[in-house]
């Protein structure tokens, strides 16, 4: 119970990050953008390169850990590789790509339907479409 109580803190502050990424892209302070994706990316820990080359299995089960948290801490890296992708113009698709294949796969191998996949899914197809 404390274990899953410190996951879910854990992916609640990230999450925070990720909004305060989201809006700060928004408003175009985008000065402390990349230090915020480096702080996410190190508290799960992974990289860019990890999400950009790893199968879909190798970075869930680099994220489960012992906790079986991997679903959620996956959910959190897409969104920041996603971030990230406005920061790399000429990645921009490759990244976005990539994103949209690890929520497939999470949507194809969870047991949870999840809403908020879709509409990123969606989001992810808009912006390679633009």
Same mark, same amino acid.
């Given at each position: 119970?404390?274990?899953?109580?410190?996951?879910?803190?854990?992916?609640?502050?990230?999450?925070?990050?990720?909004?305060? +990424?989201?809006?700060?892209?928004?408003?175009?302070?985008?000065?402390?953008?990349?230090?915020?994706?480096?702080?996410?990316?190190?508290?799960?820990?992974?990289?860019?390169?990890? +999400? +950009?080359?790893?199968?879909?299995?190798?970075?869930?089960?680099?994220?489960?850990?012992?906790?079986?948290?991997?679903?959620?801490?996956?959910?959190?890296?897409?969104?920041?590789?996603?971030?990230?992708?406005?920061?790399?113009?000429?990645?921009?698709?490759?990244?976005?790509?990539?994103?949209?294949?690890?929520?497939?796969? +999470?949507?194809?191998?969870?047991?949870?339907?999840?809403?908020?996949?879709?509409?990123?899914?969606?989001?992810?197809?808009?912006?390679?479409?633009?």
């Amino acid at each position: 119970m404390l274990r899953r109580d410190f996951i879910m803190v854990q992916i609640e502050e990230l999450g925070k990050v990720i909004a305060q +990424l989201i809006t700060q892209r928004e408003m175009g302070a985008t000065r402390r953008i990349p230090e915020q994706i480096q702080t996410v990316y190190d508290s799960l820990p992974l990289d860019r390169h990890i +999400l +950009l080359t790893a199968s879909p299995e190798e970075v869930r089960r680099l994220l489960d850990r012992e906790d079986s948290g991997g679903v959620l801490r996956m959910e959190i890296a897409i969104k920041a590789l996603i971030e990230e992708s406005y920061l790399y113009p000429d990645k921009k698709q490759e990244m976005l790509l990539r994103a949209k294949e690890l929520l497939e796969y +999470l949507q194809q191998t969870d047991v949870t339907f999840s809403f908020e996949r879709v509409n990123l899914l969606d989001q992810i197809a808009g912006l390679l479409e633009s």
